[in-house]
T-cell receptor, first 115, second 112 residues
Framework: EAQVTQNPRYLITVTGKKLTVTCSQN?????MSWYRQDPGLGLRQIYY???????DKGDVPEGYKVSRKEKRNFPLILESPSPNQTSLYFC??????????????FGQGTRLTVV | DQQVKQNSPSLSVQEGRISILNCDYT??????FLWYKKYPAEGPTFLIS?????DKNEDGRFTVFLNKSAKHLSLHIVPSQPGDSAVYFC???????????FGKGTRLSVIA
């Protein structure tokens, strides 16, 4: 079954304690992205990657890091989480297709609370 | 600056009637548009798309209309069903460039 898998689904942590949210896709997609969803703000892109070892900042990259060492994995790293990073996070993957970007597939989401 | 705008945060429609969700964009380089549906506690799922070479795409009860000159697209759901109650996100891309840019979403409530 084609899917994007995020872990964990729920996480409560304390300010300053480093954490990693993992994301893995089994569709051999080139593009992967991280988004955060906040009330009234919709889905905002944090970072994206267009291929292995290629990453770029999205709209709200501050406080986050990513890496793309393998095609299937795209972990999101919060080196020193702060309460304003409390949010619902989604990982997505897609392929560029033939001259157009095809639809992105999303993971189930990770609800992060930083206290 | 928001490149994709959904100006209605919420919409209520009676079951069986038409739901019309609107989306405006500012970037004239966008040439591919998608609608996603999101239920609580789930990730967004793809619903329907349209490329800039078309002005209409239909899939069952869902139709997307694109007006390039107005930089406007809309999603029509006919007839609306209670199971359509969800948040709908409009998204756009510049094909071959960056991944999707999303609007803030519209929460649709279909009342039985």
């Amino acid at each position: 079954e084609a899917q994007v898998t995020q872990n964990p689904r729920y996480l409560i942590t304390v300010t300053g304690k480093k954490l990693t949210v993992t994301c893995s896709q089994n569709m051999n997609h080139e593009y992967m992205s991280w988004y955060r969803q906040d009330p009234g703000l919709g889905l905002r892109q944090i970072y994206y990657s267009m291929n292995v070892e290629v990453t770029d900042k999205g709209d709200v990259p501050e406080g986050y890091k990513v890496s793309r060492k393998e095609k299937r994995n795209f972990p999101l790293i919060l080196e020193s989480p702060s309460p304003n990073q409390t949010s619902l996070y989604f990982c997505a993957s897609s392929d560029p297709g033939q001259g157009a970007i095809t639809e992105a597939f999303f993971g189930q989401g990770t609800r992060l609370t930083v206290v | 600056d928001q490149q994709v705008k959904q100006n209605s945060p919420s919409l209520s429609v009676q079951e069986g009637r038409i739901s019309i969700l609107n989306c405006d964009y500012t970037n004239s380089m966008f040439d591919y548009f998608l609608w996603y549906k999101k239920y609580p506690a789930e990730g967004p799922t793809f619903l329907i798309s349209i490329s800039s070479i078309k002005d209409k795409n239909e899939d069952g009860r869902f139709t997307v209309f694109l007006n390039k000159s107005a930089k406007h697209l809309s999603l029509h759901i006919v007839p609306s069903q209670p199971g359509d109650s969800a948040v709908y996100f409009c998204a756009a891309s510049n094909s071959g460039n960056t991944p999707l840019v999303f609007g803030k979403g519209t929460r649709l409530s279909v009342i039985a």
